[in-house]
């Protein structure tokens, strides 16, 4: 039997960022949204969202996107801490055990590009683009631990037949709200209507905050091998997703005007499959 336990740290440095160079960040009005009261959101909703940047609608239409390094504008930061534990035993009776645990975090930080450079988008691995449709009070993103169970093992059974099997159990997919604000419910806090656009869309969940329910899955295979002569021949019978379980892996991340359709699932794990194969070896 060996036992292993690592850790790992990754830093991440030299940051790509776009800039539109034909404007300026007074160029810019801010603006705050509220989200709607929901008890399927963090805190049950209600939260004002600032951090928000229209065009003046003198600058609409002004593009020259530059690419250029975010350290020109402050610090991009990007670094992911991890730990991995594995197990491999080899007992008798032709018993395989293998497995493991494997935890991360991720943490993100453009606050030092985006604050106060609404013309500046800077990518982020959590939350997708900062800019001027995201609030910059979500530049400072980090995940919580994100773990992963997986297992392997194998038994040979009397006759020879072998029974084996997977098992793993991993985080949810992310869930982000996309909700849809119209220019009438921006317009007191900004000043003005949208200057190019009659709704704007803004995530009113910090990325990397919410995830949906952990997905199990066990796999199972049985077979049998016999050698005629110099060929060796195998059949298999395998069955995926033993336990037949339902998991979402894919959600409708987009929140709208009311909610109506927000989390309903979009692809959930495929129902459990039964096969049978044959393989020649000769």
């Known amino acids: 039997m060996s036992v292993n ?5 990754r830093a991440y ?15 810019y009005s801010p603006y705050c949204v509220t989200a709607l009261s ?12 600032c951090g928000l940047y229209d065009l003046n609608p003198s600058k609409v239409g002004q593009s020259d996107p530059v690419v250029t390094v975010a350290s020109k504008f402050g610090n991009d930061v990007e670094h992911w801490n991890g730990m991995d534990f594995a197990v491999n035993a080899r007992l008798q009776h032709g018993v395989l055990l293998q497995g493991g645990l494997s935890t991360g975090k991720t943490l993100t930080d453009t606050c030092g590009v985006v604050t106060n450079n609404p ?3 800077a990518n982020s691995s959590i939350g997708g683009n900062s800019g001027p449709s995201t609030s910059t ?12 169970v997986k297992l392997l093992g194998s038994y040979t059974l009397p006759w020879t037949i072998q029974v ?6 991993v985080p949810g997919p992310q869930i982000a709200a996309n909700t849809v604000y119209t220019s009438a419910q921006v317009a007191p806090s900004l000043g003005r209507p949208l200057a190019s656009a009659a709704t704007v869309t803004v995530n009113v969940i910090k990325p990397g905050t919410l995830y949906g329910e952990r997905m199990s899955q066990l796999d199972v295979r049985l077979s049998k091998t016999v050698t005629i002569g110099q060929t060796r021949v195998q059949g298999m019978f395998d069955i995926y997703n033993a336990l037949n379980g339902n998991a979402v892996v894919a959600v409708n991340n987009t929140y709208g005007t009311t909610g109506a359709t927000w989390l309903v699932p979009q692809r959930i794990l495929p129902a459990r499959l039964v096969k049978f194969g044959v393989q020649v070896n000769f």
């Open 119 to 121: 013309q500046v988008q």
């Open 13 to 27: 440095a030299t940051f790509q960022t776009t800039q539109n160079a034909a404007v300026a960040s007074s160029d």
């Open 38 to 49: 929901d008890p399927r959101l963090p805190g049950g909703g209600g939260q004002k969202i």
């Open 5 to 9: 336990a690592s850790y790992f740290r």
């Open 164 to 169: 084996s099997g997977t098992f793993q159990n």
């Open 137 to 148: 009070e979500f530049c400072h993103l980090e995940t919580p631990f994100l773990t992963q």
